[in-house]
């Protein structure tokens, strides 16, 4: 879980620099120049400064890191609300708090971040700080899967495949199974070929063209 949610990290930060300068991350950063900005409320500063309390270039604070997160997420930052959602889901240096974790990732899968997005239909899949819902599941993992994420477009073809929150519907399993496996999701390449066996020739052949209508015109 520790690399998993470092590479996060890292991917928010590569997105963040686009807007803030990036002068927290150079090869020799100029940390006084990034703690200033952040202090003055720009949040890209405040979320860059938070990731560099929480690597190793300098000694690893917790508590820093956390507090310039939700500075920056209370200013409506997304990657920052995500971010803060995650380390509340998997007590990252905070007390664990699942509540915490689905309101900051409502706030940024309102803004259309997909990987918060499949994280709230992952919770109400599984009823982590909510009561069970697959009807809402499916409409996260839907939001999500529809911009991309292969995360999503697997989670959601096992709801069709198994008639949870949606009408159970085997060529539309297919479907998201197929373009997960084609961006090169292991499990997703698993479901689509135990799928197929439950499936009619007519149907599989359907379900094809659905995922190549979609990709042609990047549905």
Known sequence: MKKKLQHICFVLLVTSTSAYGGSCWDAKPDFDSCKLKAEQGDPDAQMLLGLVFKTERIPQDY???????????EQGLPNAQLLLGILYKNRGGVTRNYNYAINWWKKAA???????????GWMYEHGQGVQLNFEEA?????????????????????MYDKGQGVPQNYVIA??????????????AKTSKDLISRKMTPLQKKEAV??????????Q
């Not at 939001?143 to 991309?148: E, F, L, T």
Request: glycine fraction near 6%; avoid cysteine; proline fraction near 0%.
């Open 110 to 120: 309102e803004q259309g971040v997909t990987q918060a997005q499949n994280n709230l």
């Open 138 to 158: 499916a409409k996260w993992y839907k939001k999500s899967a529809d911009q991309g994420n292969t995360s999503a477009q697997y989670n959601l073809g096992t």
């Open 63 to 73: 508590q820093e890191d956390i507090k310039w997160y939700k500075k920056a997420a």
């Open 209 to 218: 063209n659905i995922t190549t209508h979609k990709i042609k015109n990047n």
């Open 174 to 187: 297919y479907m998201f199974y197929n373009l997960a496996a084609l961006s090169g999701n292991e499990q």
